[in-house]
């Protein structure tokens, strides 16, 4: 009985290693990215090399119909009542929200992915875009109320928060030296495309 026992468990030992090793190798293999963050080294025709913000090089495919979108810096006074913002922001002291970057959209982006979401700017950072219902200014910044289809929050602005603005792009305006956000897709050959590609104006790196 005990040698049956054995026998019949061998395979399924066998079996129950390889879908460990299987599962080991897909814990190990890189997330892949839906956003490249960093600076355009060199354009050629509908290629663009970037030098990502952790020193690696990526390769992106430009779209036929890719989008471009300027960003520009504004100040902390600029964010009302009644704005359409995306708040990067992570876990405060006090269990409030503190914000990494604002970006204030413009009208005719108003409603722009509303909602809030884990970001992959820092760790444990969310996306929150949203309408300011209040604003409280106080002496280092401003504590904002938005809201949401889903719910509210409470995010506190700092002084020296980066508030920015979206502006109309070109693509022209992908060129070396510019810093970028591109949200990209894999291709076949390891690759990526990017169809849509947020540019810092007058040298800022876009915040978010």
Known sequence: MSVQRATFTRPILAVAMVAISALAAFAQRAPVPTRVRGTIENVAGDTMQVRSRSGEQVKLHIATDV???GITRIALADIKVGSFVGA???PGPDG???A???HVFP???RGTGEGSRPWD???NSTMTNATVAESVVGNDGHTLLVKYKEGEKKVFVGADTPVVTYVPGEKSDLKAGAR???FVKPLADGSFETNRVSVGRDGLTPPM
């Open 121 to 123: 700017l820092k760790p």
């Open 180 to 182: 970028i956000i591109a």
């Open 67 to 69: 989008r471009v979108a």
């Open 100 to 102: 990494v970057e604002v």
């Open 88 to 90: 990067t922001t992570v």
């Open 96 to 98: 409030g929200e503190n």
């Open 107 to 109: 009208e005719n982006m």
